[in-house]
């Protein structure tokens, strides 16, 4: 994308933003809460147009996973995540089929058919990434997915995540206002400051390919947060900092 | 006692020595201060006169209900048909949304006797008469409920390139859900007022007379008790309708996992 600004009335929520993201890489966005990251994402997904500037996807096939669940209440676990199968016309069966797998991929094979009410948080969530997974997409976005989960969930969540990633041949653009959370998924890093909302650090984490719950107490691990970090404060202009 | 017997009986009870209580106290005071029948009849004179014309006011029962069942099944057909052609077009909505609101406003036992006119009197034109008064609550309703859809979702089928029909069927007709089923209860009540008002003008044909026609004749022949009778008659027929709505409603919203908003 190159010069991207999203304007809501007089505010400018993005202000020339130049990103290109490589096929295949793991991007986290990091930046205080409301500093456009989300909008920054919806734009990627052509869910919104931007004001100004150009911006073009390569991959056609691209899932998104908001911050809650968003599941159907009225539809069994299988069925949602069959849904955006059914939408593209595939055939019940082999819908059914590839949900089932997909569910299979986020740990979930025993709960095909109860419904959303019946579950937790933390398993709502699987359920909608297996959502996101079952179209096999080249394009994975996902918006601060693991936010209103407890710690212990979002660390097994993210672990799984990362592994999914290792797997499959695909793109996983990921919005998160933890830095900790950045730095453990991510390959690059992109740190974004608020008011108006610009790139302000783009890194690439020098960690190692495969990830477990143990790096999160390696120095290497704590290096790349203090990288992170500083580039965050340095250009935090929130009411906090001024005062 | 289980629970839930224990929960429906405490629901129960209060209405029920409330009604106890107001019966007594009627009962003794029109006695005591001997007014007359004509002008308040004792409870007593009431049920004696729900016997005595059990055979016609069951008739007129029916007669009623047969309105306002059509009358509501009109609106909930039609209603919900036409909040849906608004949520999906907001030119369709700004064209003909102040006539629907019309049908809320209009004074129905003024077009009462056009309704005659057009329609034939009877149960044409009276449950032509419990439709109008009760459509706009579907309608309302129905709109309220298509336009209240989760953003994100809409997002999620906009992102999967889910068709208008796929959208309406798979999204937006179940959010709609819990919304449409106030309306529809709301309407149920309203039928039945809709039909006795509509029988006030319209109800004589074909020798079958409903409570509309019940409550005139009574009056006419000053027989309060039988008038009560016959009102007593219609507001039982509202409840039945409502709680019947009601039941099949929350049947409906609880096999779609969406929360109504209760009675």
């Not at chain 1, 041949?169 to 740190?191: D, G, K, P, Q």
Request: charged share 15%.
């Amino acid at each position: 994308m190159r010069g991207v600004c999203q304007a809501f009335g007089a505010t400018n929520v993005l202000d020339r933003i130049d990103l290109e993201i490589e096929k295949g890489e793991f991007l986290a966005l990091v930046g205080p809460s409301g500093c456009g990251k989300s909008t920054l994402l919806r734009l990627i997904a052509g869910l919104d147009s931007p004001s100004a500037g150009a911006l073009s996807v390569a991959d056609a096939s691209l899932a998104f996973v908001f911050q809650d669940a968003h599941l159907l209440p009225w539809r069994t676990v299988l069925n949602n995540v069959a849904l955006p199968l059914e939408l593209a016309g595939v055939a019940p069966a082999e819908a059914k089929q590839r949900a089932s797998t997909a569910l299979a991929d986020v740990e979930l094979s025993h709960a095909h058919q109860r419904f959303p009410d019946e579950l937790s948080g933390g398993m709502r969530m699987r359920v909608s990434i297996a959502r996101a997974l079952v179209i096999e997409p080249k394009l994975l976005l996902l918006d601060e997915p693991f936010a209103a989960l407890d710690e212990l969930t979002r660390q097994r969540l993210d672990e799984r995540l990362r592994a999914l990633w290792q797997q499959r041949a695909m793109t996983v653009v990921f919005v998160t206002h933890s830095l900790a959370e950045a730095a453990f998924l991510a390959n690059r890093t992109i740190v974004m400051s608020q008011h108006p909302a610009r790139i302000v650090l783009d890194h690439r984490l020098s960690l190692p390919l495969a990830r477990t719950s143990a790096l999160r107490t390696t120095a290497d691990f704590s290096r790349e947060m203090a990288i992170l970090y500083q580039a965050l404060e340095a250009h935090d202009s929130s009411d906090e900092a001024r005062t | 006692m289980t629970l839930p017997t224990k929960r429906a009986l405490s629901s129960v009870w209060p209405p029920l020595v409330t009604f106890l209580v107001v019966i007594t106290i009627w009962e003794t005071a029109v006695r005591l201060l001997q007014v007359p029948a004509f002008l308040v009849p004792p409870p007593s004179d009431i049920f004696s006169a729900l016997l005595k014309e059990r055979v016609l006011l069951m008739s007129s029962l029916l007669t009623t209900a047969e309105g306002a069942l059509l009358g509501f099944t009109l609106s909930v057909s039609f209603g919900t048909l036409i909040g849906i052609g608004f949520s999906s077009s907001r030119w369709l909505e700004r064209a003909l949304y102040p006539y629907a609101l019309f049908l809320q406003t209009v004074p129905i036992v003024a077009i009462a006797p056009l309704l005659v006119l057009w329609f034939g009197a009877g149960l044409r034109a009276v449950s032509v008469s419990a439709f109008i008064v009760s459509v706009f609550p579907v309608i309302a309703n129905t709109l309220a409920g298509m336009r209240g859809v989760d953003p994100k979702l809409n997002d999620l089928f906009r992102l999967y390139r889910a068709s208008k029909a796929a959208t309406l069927f798979k999204l937006r007709m179940p959010s709609a859900l819990a919304s449409m089923a106030t309306g529809w209860r709301v309407a149920s009540g309203l039928s039945v007022i809709g039909a006795i008002v509509g029988e006030f003008v319209a109800g004589f044909s074909e020798g079958q007379a409903g409570l509309g026609i019940m409550v005139l004749a009574a009056y006419r022949q000053l027989r309060t008790d039988l008038l009560f009778g016959a009102v007593l008659l219609a507001s039982l027929l509202g409840l039945l309708l409502f709680a019947l709505v009601s039941v099949a409603s929350g049947l409906l919203l609880r096999r779609f996992r969406v929360s109504g908003s209760g009675w």
